[in-house]
């Protein structure tokens, strides 16, 4: 699991609806894997990030190559997209877990693939 | 002379039918069947439908989509310039995805992790009819239509009742059992048998069903027959034809079917001396068949969504929907 899709994922327990996101990642195990950099998508991506909940996601796991906040001209500022393409599509999470900073359920990561199912009384 | 088995059985999925809810059925129907056929499923799930693969290619460079049900994986490198999430209930299934190097998930498609909006699109290709009732399917709609955002477009295929292809349905039952044959180790001694005929239940059958059902509920495939079945996938996968398994018994075909649902079973075993020789087990699927304009209308309930484009393609309707303003 990349680190973009970490930041699209909320906690769906049933009831579960205020500050269920970001999920905490602990226990994680990283692996860098190159991938070609597509503009498009990263421009795309800008106005769907939630960003500061991925600079402190990324701080946990000492990732420090972020800014602390996204530059104004980050669409077209070449060394900012090269560093946000590192760390999000570059960067997978071969196992872990995430837990609700609500309810504190766990989901957890094996062979880099989340297990999002939730027990049927949760649904 | 033998009775041909249609390899199918009639539904016992009706409102009538009391001891199971809507979860357990499509537990043991669907997300069971799905678990111990995945590899070989994915063998035959290679070839993009070209409505889909259109739908892909056109998209906006940089867009991100789901792919919710995305069994293998087989729509999410269509196109290179897209970024796709794949999801499905199967974990059999996102492993082969997570091995190809997708990005995938396992989840329910009525609940969704994704956060609300996020998607420029999805696709959701043969899941819906997989559903026990129309609120459930509703429901699914919806919960894609909640993770797109407005004005993105949602292309959905489900099976339709009118399809005139292989299978010859029963055009007045649309809740059936479609089976899936698993290969043989070795290929079938006897003659071919006729085509298989999916159908659903007829009041005359259904305590039949009732019975049937509640036999095979009883069991199911354990872990290790999992793995002897991959094993044996693996040795057969060139021979393997779809629905193309000699399937014959002595015994009602109600009776056989008691046997023949998630649990595997050995149709041919009547038959066959020699031991070496397994069967073809065979898992029944559930599928609720979409009559023409059904499909429609299940968005329109949604209120969530507008018909762009509609069509039939290879005993399948499909549309892709818009999301509303709200
Ligand atoms: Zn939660």
């Known amino acids: ?123 | 002379m033998s009775h041909k088995n249609p390899l199918h059985i009639p539904s016992p999925f009706q409102a009538n039918e009391p001891d199971m809810t809507p979860e357990q059925k499509e537990q043991q129907y669907v997300h069971s069947v799905y678990q111990v056929i995945a590899p070989h499923f994915s063998a035959t799930r290679y070839k993009p439908w070209p409505v889909v693969e259109e739908f892909l290619t056109t998209m906006p460079a940089g867009y991100i989509g789901a792919d919710v049900g995305c069994g293998n994986g087989k729509y999410i490198g269509v196109n290179p310039n897209l970024f796709m999430v794949g999801s499905d209930r199967s974990s059999n299934l996102i492993s082969i995805c997570g091995e190809r190097g997708h990005e995938a998930m396992v989840a329910d498609g009525l609940a969704l992790p994704y956060r609300s909006g996020f998607f420029d699109f999805a696709i959701s290709i043969a899941v819906i009819h997989h559903f026990i009732s129309p609120e459930r399917r509703v429901a699914a709609i919806e919960e894609i239509l909640r993770v797109v955002r407005v004005q993105g477009r949602v292309l959905i295929f489900v099976w339709a009742l009118e399809q005139t292809g292989k299978r010859d349905f029963d055009k007045d039952v649309q809740d059936v059992f479609v089976p899936w044959a698993m290969p043989k180790k070795a290929e079938p001694k006897k003659e071919k048998s006729a085509k298989s005929r999916p159908q659903g239940v007829k009041k005359k059958d259904r305590k039949a069903v009732e019975a049937a059902a509640a036999a095979s509920s009883s069991s199911s495939a354990t872990e290790d027959q999992t793995l002897d079945q991959k094993e044996v996938i693996s040795e057969n996968m060139e021979k393997l034809t779809l629905q193309d398994t000699t399937t014959t018994t002595t015994n009602e075909s109600s009776s056989s079917s008691a046997t023949a649902s998630t649990s595997m079973s050995d149709p041919t075993s009547s038959e066959t001396a020699d031991p070496a020789a397994p069967a073809a087990p065979v898992y029944n699927r559930y599928y609720h068949l979409f009559q023409k304009g059904e499909l429609e209308e299940l968005v329109s309930r949604t209120n969530k969504a507008t018909i762009v484009q509609q069509g039939y393609d290879r005993d399948n309707w499909w549309c892709i929907v818009e999301k509303a303003q709200n």
């Open chain 1, 1 to 123: 699991m990349r680190l973009i899709t970490h930041n699209m994922l909320q906690c769906h327990v049933k009831g579960c609806n205020a500050n269920n996101f970001p999920l905490e990642l602990q226990e994680v195990v990283l692996e860098q894997e190159e991938a070609e950099l597509n503009e498009d998508f990263l421009r795309n991506m800008l106005g769907k990030i939630e960003y500061e909940a991925l600079v402190a996601t990324c701080l946990k796991l000492d990732i420090n190559d972020l800014p602390a906040a996204m530059p104004a001209d980050a669409a077209y500022n070449d060394e900012f997209l090269q560093i946000l393409h590192r760390v999000i599509l570059e960067t997978h999470i071969k196992s872990g877990k995430m837990v609700c900073p609500n309810c504190q359920h766990i989901y957890a990561i094996r062979d880099g693939i989340p297990n999002m199912l939730l027990a049927e009384h949760e649904v």
